[in-house]
């Protein structure tokens, strides 16, 4: 098989096809998921009128050109933006570097999310901007929302989580972040959907947080980077997961929601929850768990490849 512009063009024009079917209204999602896309080491995604692009292998960096040119054929976009940055890039000692690559940029890119307007930082947002990996899951605040309930989102980033539990009648949401850019952005989303009034941001360690703070809620959302980065990190790592966890129960109110995730992809589904279990036991409060999930079709999972299932998501509810 010849690897050339037209070998890229076949298999972007595939997944693009795969996603327009899956969801045509979004205007945001992964176009190219790796492996799972047969386009080892290559990530795009999409926002809108621009792209953004990972290249994670040596292999891949090989034929960027060749990558590019049948992106820019197939989509036409405004502009692409290569986010080659990610620290998977040293494991085959590749350089680091983020730049745009066609066309221009402005300072942020808006995207709808489920009624929602967000604005994403293409060039210094986290990963590429935005965690396209969640969006099928935030439909769950509306499951799950109690309408003026009080809630907290850890780990809040853009504040996507936070906005779309007022969204779904939260009377108030507190987002915790340790970086003053991620607030930043996330105060601006808020201001954009007329909800500043119900979202306090909060620049703190969400660990130091928790530990000092004597308020409860009704829904805490935790949605944190990935603790365990490789095998010899998951004895650690699951330390860090039950006790934030822990904590977190421990300022849940009765009957209340914990929405907890983990993006490690060495924690499997059993062990995660064998963790909330341990969080559950640690702070005295019964768990029944509502809803379970991953990462949306967007980031589909290739059956061959297990490290391609990566994103746990659990409902639970604290028992009254």
């Known amino acids: 098989m010849k690897i050339d512009v037209d070998f890229f063009h076949d298999r972007i024009q595939a997944a693009l096809e795969r996603r327009m079917r899956l969801f045509p209204e979004r205007d945001a999602y992964r176009l190219v998921y790796g492996e799972a896309d047969f386009l080892p080491g290559l990530v795009v995604d999409r926002y809108g009128r621009f792209l953004v692009v990972q290249s994670l292998t040596s292999g891949m960096d090989r034929f960027l050109e060749e990558v590019l040119e049948a992106l820019i054929t197939i989509l036409k976009p405004e502009g692409v933006y290569l986010r080659n940055d990610s620290p998977f890039r040293a494991l085959e000692g590749l350089p680091q570097e983020k730049k745009p690559v066609y066309g221009s940029f402005p300072e942020t890119v808006p995207i709808t999310s489920h009624g929602l307007t967000f604005l994403v930082d293409i060039p210094n947002g986290q990963k590429t901007g935005f965690y396209l990996d969640q969006e099928s899951n935030r439909s769950l605040m509306k499951r799950y929302v ?14 996507a989580w936070g906005l779309h539990a007022i969204a779904a009648g939260a009377a108030e949401m507190t987002a915790v972040d340790s970086s003053r850019g991620a607030l930043k952005l ?21 660990l ?7 308020l409860s809620w009704d829904i805490i959302i935790l949605d944190p980077p990935a603790f365990i980065k490789s095998r010899s990190q998951i004895k650690d790592g699951l330390k860090g997961y039950i006790d934030l966890n822990r904590r977190s129960l421990g300022k849940l109110n009765p009957g ?65």
């Open 146 to 159: 109690a309408s003026g309930a009080k809630g907290l989102d850890l780990f809040c980033y853009t504040g």
């Open 186 to 206: 996330a105060e601006a989303n808020a201001k954009i959907n007329g909800m500043l009034d119900r979202f306090g941001a909060v620049r703190d360690n969400v």
């Open 208 to 214: 130091d947080f928790l530990k000092k703070t004597q």
């Open 256 to 320: 209340g929601i914990l929405i907890t995730c983990s993006c490690s992809h060495h924690l499997d589904r059993a062990a995660f929850e064998d963790m909330l279990l341990s969080a559950s036991r640690q702070s005295g409060r019964e768990l029944r768990i509502l809803d379970s999930r991953g990462q949306g079709p967007d980031h589909p999972v290739l059956l061959s490849m297990p490290e391609t299932r990566y994103l746990k998501v659990v409902v639970a509810q604290a028992c009254k």
